[in-house]
């Protein structure tokens, strides 16, 4: 069975800070997604990452994933209030050819004013 | 495009009794998902329909759960005799099969689940 963990659970930080969540396994995966879910909400996607020691950018937000494609990461710089929410891993095993993800249990960010 | 529709968006049920939800996906996606969130948890895959076929159920999806896609459109997933351990978030998401991309999910708002 696949895991993925994810860190820290809960992040609480003030508006202006910088922030990294982590999404590690001890597993290989074709490519790991980023989504973030507000509640009462489905999760919606952020980022997919395919490539060992990929990074991408999405306006304030950069994604990595590990060389080995074990890992991946998350950077928020310079936080908002808007950015408060569930933030989800989600990897995709190799050899899958549709959509059946293995997620992160989640990290819970509240960014104050 | 009008997203992932799912019906109801809550359901509170007894101990026991029936269940039935419904997820409308993107009118032009194949492929239909099946997951379950409890609190404090991320989404965990319980089966997959490609086109009406359904052709993986996690072993999470005791003989309680059926799930259909009868005519390749909607979905809908019953639990019959509904448990405590049923309550949770049952999220619908579709994507379309395109080798040439990575796969993309749109999930829906969820049905949230309380068996009391």
């Known amino acids: 069975t696949q895991l993925l963990e994810q860190s820290p659970q809960f992040l609480s930080i003030q508006e202006g800070e910088n922030l990294t969540v982590y999404c590690n396994s001890s597993s290989v995966f074709s490519s790991l997604q980023w989504y973030r879910q507000e509640p009462g909400e489905g999760p919606v996607l952020l980022v997919t990452?395919?490539?060992?020691?990929e990074v991408k950018k999405l306006k304030r937000l950069t994604f990595q994933f590990g060389d080995a494609r074990k890992d991946s990461s998350l950077h928020i710089t310079a936080a908002q209030p808007g950015d408060t929410g569930l933030y989800l891993c989600?990897?995709?095993?190799?050899?899958?050819?549709?959509?059946?993800?293995?997620f992160g249990q989640g990290t819970i960010l509240t960014v104050h004013p | 495009d009008t997203g992932v529709s799912q019906n109801p968006r809550h359901k509170i049920t007894k101990r026991g009794q029936n269940v039935t939800f419904r997820c409308d996906p993107i009118s032009e996606h194949n492929r239909l998902y099946w997951y379950r969130q409890t609190l404090g948890q991320g989404p965990e895959f319980l089966t997959y329909f490609q086109n009406e076929a359904q052709l993986e159920k996690s072993r999470l999806l005791s003989d309680r759960f059926s799930a259909e896609r009868p005519k390749g459109s909607f979905s809908t997933l019953e639990i019959q005799r509904t448990e405590q351990g049923d309550s949770a978030m049952y999220l619908c998401?579709?994507?379309?099969?395109?080798?040439?991309?990575?796969?993309?999910?749109?999930f829906g708002s969820g049905t949230q689940l309380s068996v009391l």
């Open positions: 998401a579709s994507s379309w099969e395109d080798r040439a991309t990575n796969e993309k999910l749109f």
């Open positions: 990452v395919v490539t060992g020691g």
């Open positions: 989600a990897g995709l095993a190799g050899g899958t050819s549709y959509g059946k993800l293995t």
